[in-house]
C-alpha cells in the first residue's frame, strides 16, 4: 500500500509518501502507526506521540482502530490547520 | 432548485467581487450572497509574521470540502456555494480562503457559511507553516476549531 505523509509529519519522516508491505498481523490505523514507529529513528520521531496523528484512508478521514484491509491509500498528518 | 458549487485549491489570488458575479450570474432566484474571507494576519500575539505556508493533501482535500459543500447544501436551501482555498506562500493582508452561499434568504446563507468555514478549519487537510525573524513554525492546532465544528452535529 502507499503511504503518504504530510507537514511535520512528513518532514520528520523525511518522506512525502512510500510504498510499504506490512505483515498481516498489523490490521488497524494504530496498529500500522506502531509498526512504522519501529522503522527506524525519524520514524520513531514522527510517531513518538501517536494520539495527535491523524489518518485518512482512501481520502477519507478514519479512526485509530479503523481496519486498513484493502486501504490503497493510508496518509498519516498533524491536526489539520487550514481555513 | 438548481445549485452551482465551485471548489478550488490554487496559487493564485482570488478576486471575491468576480466570483459573486459567477454565482449569481444570469439567476433570478437568489436573494442572499454571504462572502466570507479568511486573510492572512500580520501577526499572531507578540509574534510578527513574515508569512505563511500552506501544505494541503491534493485530492483529499477536494474530496474533504465537496463532502461539507453536499451537507451544507442537504441542510439549508442554498441556490449555490464557492469554496476556494489558497495553497503555497501567502503574506500578511493576502486572502488564504474564500466561501461564498447563496440562498433565497439571508439565513440559510449566513448558517452555511459559518458551518462551511468552521468544518473547512477543523477537517480540511491543509496546514499552516509561520515564517517569523525567529525562523519557522508548523501553526498548532487549537481546539476551539474542533468546538466550533462539533456545534453542528445533530444530538
Known sequence: MKVKYFAWVRERVGKSEETIEPPPSVRTVDELIGWLAKRGETYAHAFETPRVIRAAIDHAHVKPDASIAGAREIAFFPPMTGG | ?155
Open chain 2, 1 to 155: 432548485m438548481t445549485a452551482d458549487v465551485t471548489i478550488r485549491i490554487q496559487q493564485a489570488d482570488f478576486d471575491i467581487a468576480r466570483e459573486i458575479a459567477a454565482l449569481t450570474r444570469g439567476r433570478t432566484d437568489i436573494g442572499a450572497v454571504v462572502s466570507f474571507s479568511g486573510i492572512c494576519r500580520g501577526s499572531e500575539g507578540s509574534e510578527t509574521i513574515a508569512a505563511l505556508t500552506l501544505e494541503h493533501y491534493p485530492g483529499m482535500a477536494e474530496a474533504e470540502i465537496a463532502r461539507h459543500a453536499e451537507t451544507a447544501m442537504s441542510r439549508w436551501p442554498l441556490n449555490g456555494l464557492t469554496v476556494i482555498h489558497r495553497v503555497g506562500r501567502i503574506a500578511p493582508g493576502e486572502n488564504i480562503v474564500l466561501v461564498l452561499t447563496a440562498s433565497q434568504h439571508r439565513q440559510a446563507a449566513f448558517a452555511a457559511a459559518e458551518f462551511l468555514m468552521d468544518y473547512l478549519k477543523a477537517n480540511a487537510p491543509f496546514w499552516k507553516r509561520e515564517e517569523s525573524a525567529v525562523g519557522t513554525a508548523w501553526v498548532d492546532a487549537r481546539g476551539h476549531d474542533d468546538d466550533a465544528a462539533a456545534r453542528w452535529t445533530k444530538s
